[in-house]
C-alpha cells in the first residue's frame, strides 16, 4: 500500500467523488510523452487551420516543411483572423510547440510509392506492352536507364505529416 503522509486522512466522501469522477478527471489531463503537460494556445483556430494544411498536402502527396507553415499560418493570421503580426512571434519555438499540439512531426519520405497510381486500370495492360517490347533482348542487355540518370529538379525527401508517407519519384536529367 502506498503512504502518502498527508496531515489527516482523506474522507470517505472525498475518495467517493474522486472515483465517480474519474474518467472526467483522466480526460482533461494532457498529457505529453515526457510528463510535461502543454498549455492552452491563445489561438486554437491557428491550430485547427494548420492541422487541415498539413492533412490536405499530406492526402496530395506534396511535401510540407516549417518555412511552407509559417508563411501560411502569418497569411491565415492576418487575413482570415486579422491578427496583428506583434502578437504572435512565430518563432522556431513557437512552431515546435504547435508540432507537439498538433501531434506532428517531421518524417522522411519513402520509396516511389506516391509517383504510382495503383487504382489505374492500364497498368497490367502497359506491363504486358513493355515485356513485348523487351522480349527480343537477352535479360543482361537490359538495363533500367531510370537509375543512371543526373537528379534534376528532386524533391525534397522529408515531410511534416503526422504518419509516415510514400515518396515521390526523384526527377533526373538523363
Known amino acids: 500500500m502506498k503512504k502518502f503522509n498527508l496531515d489527516q486522512p482523506l474522507a470517505q466522501q472525498t ?9 472526467t478527471l483522466y480526460s482533461n489531463i494532457n498529457v505529453v510523452n515526457n510528463g510535461k503537460s502543454l498549455k492552452t494556445t491563445r489561438y486554437p483556430q491557428l491550430d485547427d487551420e494548420i492541422v487541415k494544411f498539413v492533412t490536405d498536402m499530406n492526402n496530395n502527396n506534396l511535401p510540407v516543411n516549417r518555412d ?9 493570421a492576418q487575413v482570415k483572423y486579422r491578427i496583428p503580426e506583434k502578437e504572435i512571434s512565430f518563432s522556431s519555438g513557437w512552431l515546435t510547440k504547435l508540432f507537439k499540439r498538433i501531434g506532428v512531426k517531421c518524417s522522411p519520405m519513402h520509396g516511389e ?57 526523384k526527377v533526373k536529367l538523363v
Not at 15 to 23: D, Q
Not at 154 to 168: D, F, H, K, M, V
Open 68 to 76: 511552407s507553415i509559417l508563411r501560411y499560418v502569418r497569411h491565415i
Open 15 to 23: 475518495i467517493s467523488n474522486i472515483l465517480k469522477n474519474a474518467e
Open 113 to 169: 510509392s506516391a509517383s504510382v497510381d495503383i487504382s489505374s486500370e492500364n497498368i497490367q495492360n502497359e506491363l504486358r506492352k513493355i515485356e513485348e517490347l523487351l522480349e527480343p533482348y537477352d535479360p543482361v542487355d537490359i538495363m533500367n536507364f531510370d537509375e543512371t540518370g543526373l537528379y534534376y529538379q528532386q524533391p525534397p525527401r522529408r515531410t511534416i505529416c503526422s504518419e509516415s508517407l510514400g515518396g515521390l519519384k
